[in-house]
Structure formats: structure tokens, C-alpha cells
């Protein structure tokens, strides 16, 4: 690694410490405000936590499948250039291949108003694999932004000469007391498509209460969801741009059981809440052409 960028890093007060991920790196930032952990491998912004509160994502115990498209599951994990299965090859890995390859630190830094800066990308002329596995050269940029919120903007350019078929995710696992007792709200009116009830198209009435075995795709979806977390007494507001899809997701208990990458009792403590294009708003990303996706989190506390 470059060590312009290691001696940036030190001088805002972070460093890249060897961690157990796959033997990757992961950067680690102590701020007055907060501490925040990155794992180079995905590029996964695995946690964030402002001083003396809960983090705001969640980190599961189980370090999860140890094959190379072994699935984690923490923090903001990107889904890209597919959201789910594959359109046409059963083989390849659920949910793209940006989470499963190594990301490197490319820029670190403040923006004007002091929030940390830390940017990542991902090439696929750097990974003979991702290659064989995608046809069309691209590049993929994460700016994470940390402060009094908590941002991330994934910036894609398809640098081939063909277009690319994309859906996507920021796939991001929400820290929560208990699932049985949070709630969401925004998404009241959404159409949405449940996965969990073979792909019928159903409508959200009122709130979402509990966070419990959900698999929802919404359509039509406001840019502005807020989750409330009576157990951390704090409401957290997730804010979307560049995204026509918003995936709720929580395993619930059955599956949770039957999974082996997450640990039973684990499922009470996230639930995910996705910045998307997915479903009929996979999209053509041109040659040449650049597009973002980007979700902040911003949390208040809930007064007794
Ligand atoms: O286990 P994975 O591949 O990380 O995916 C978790 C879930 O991610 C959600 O976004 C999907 O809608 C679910 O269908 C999927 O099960």
C-alpha cells in the first residue's frame, strides 16, 4: 500500500490493521466523535460507532462461509453488478461480485466541514477472476463519509464498449435492540414485491412492526425511511439517492437456523434496509457512462 496514504491516514487518526477477514486489511478510525472499521476485503464499512452509543450496523458473530464467495454478514456489504441471483448462471455467486474481492484505499482525507473521507475502488482489470466472470471492464468507487452522520456512495463506470445490465444494492445491516420491537416507517402505500411469499406484489399497510422474516422488494418507495429503536432509544433515518428500490430484509428465525454463515439468535439484533435498483429496475449502464448510489444514516436519540 502506498504509504502517502498510510501516513494521511495516521494523521487523521486511523490506521490499517492486519484482521482476520479472509487475511485482509482493515482501517481502522478513532475520531473524538467516533470509531469506525473498514474491511478492505468487499470494501465493506463494517462499523460505526459514535461515542457512547450502540454501533449503528451490526457485525455478526459468525465469521461466515470460508470459500471464496463465502458470504458475511455486517456492516454495508455492496451488491453489484447483480442484486440476488444471477439473471442466467445458477453458479455464479448471490448478489455480484464487488463484496468477494479485495477493494483498495485510494484517497483519505476530510471534507470542508471536517467529516472523515475514505475512498476505496475496485477494478476489474486488477482481478483476473472478476474477468472471466463479467465480461465488460469496469470500475467501482466507494466514498464513505464519516462525521455526525454516516455515508456512502458507491460510483460505478462501465469502461467497456458494451452496455451492462445492472441492479444493485448498499445491502446494510442496521443495528437494533430487538427485532420484535423496532419499527419502520415511510414505506406505508409501497408496493412491494414479497420474496418470502413467491414474488406476489402486495401493498404496505402502516408501519413495518416487527423486523421479523421479511424478504421486500418496494417500488415507488420515498427517499426517506425511518427506523425506530425503542431498546437503543434512538430512531435512525436512512436517506437514499440514485435508488428506485428499497429492500427490507430479515431472516426471522427458521432461516436464520438454517443458515450457517449467521448465528440463530442473530437475526433479532439487524435488520437490513437497502439502498437498490433491483427487479424491474435493473438498468443499462451505457459504455462510458458513470452512476451513483449512495445512503446516509443519521441517528437521534429518543428522549424517556
Ligand atoms: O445471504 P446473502 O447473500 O448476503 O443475502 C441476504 C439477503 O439479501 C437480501 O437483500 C435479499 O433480498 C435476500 O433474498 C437475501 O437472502
Known amino acids: 500500500m502506498n504509504s502517502q496514504l498510510i501516513e494521511e491516514l495516521d494523521a487523521l487518526g486511523g490506521e490499517i490493521l492486519p484482521a482476520n477477514l479472509r487475511d485482509c486489511d482493515e482501517i481502522v478510525l478513532n475520531q473524538p466523535g467516533f470509531t469506525a472499521r473498514i474491511a478492505l476485503w468487499g470494501g465493506h464499512l463494517v462499523s ?7 454501533d449503528w450496523l451490526f457485525q455478526s458473530e459468525n465469521p461466515g462461509g470460508q470459500s471464496r464467495f463465502g458470504r458475511r454478514h455486517f456492516g454495508v456489504p455492496v451488491c453489484w453488478p447483480w442484486f440476488g441471483a444471477h439473471s442466467d448462471d445458477e453458479d455464479m455467486p448471490a448478489h455480484g461480485v464487488a463484496r468477494y474481492f479485495r477493494w483498495q484505499l ?3 482525507g476530510r471534507f470542508s466541514n471536517g467529516d472523515v473521507k475514505i475512498v476505496l475502488s475496485l477494478a476489474s482489470k486488477d482481478h483476473p477472476l472478476i474477468e472471466e466472470m463479467v465480461p465488460q471492464a469496469f470500475e467501482l468507487r466507494q466514498i464513505m463519509r464519516l462525521g455526525e452522520t454516516c455515508s456512502v456512495q458507491l460510483a ?3 469502461l467497456s464498449d458494451e ?19 423496532a419499527r419502520i416507517t415511510g414505506l406505508e402505500g409501497c408496493p412491494y414485491v414479497d420474496k418470502f411469499d413467491g414474488g406476489a406484489v402486495k401493498l404496505q399497510q402502516g408501519a413495518i412492526m416487527p423486523c421479523d422474516t421479511l424478504d421486500r422488494v418496494y417500488d415507488q418507495a420515498p427517499q426517506q425511511v425511518t ?7 434512538r430512531t ?6 440514485g435508488s428506485q428500490s428499497t429492500v427490507v430484509w430479515n431472516p426471522g428465525e427458521a432461516l436464520a437456523k438454517l443458515r450457517t454463515d449467521l448465528e440463530d439468535d442473530e437475526y433479532r439484533s ?6 437498490a435498483n433491483a427487479l424491474q429496475h435493473t438498468y443499462h449502464l451505457a459504455p462510458g457512462e458513470l452512476r451513483t448510489l449512495t445512503q446516509t444514516i443519521q441517528c437521534e436519540p429518543i428522549g424517556d
Do not use: W
Open 270 to 275: 439487524f435488520v437490513c434496509i437497502e439502498a
Open 156 to 158: 460505478a463506470a462501465n
Open 163 to 181: 452496455p451492462m445490465m445492472i441492479s444493485e444494492a448498499l445491502h446494510t445491516y442496521l443495528h437494533i435492540g430487538d427485532n420484535a420491537k
Open 106 to 108: 485510494t484517497e483519505v
Open 48 to 54: 460505526f460507532k459514535p461515542s457512547g452509543q450502540e
Open 227 to 233: 427506523l425506530h429503536d425503542p431498546v437503543f432509544k
Open 236 to 241: 435512525m433515518t436512512i436517506t437514499s439517492e
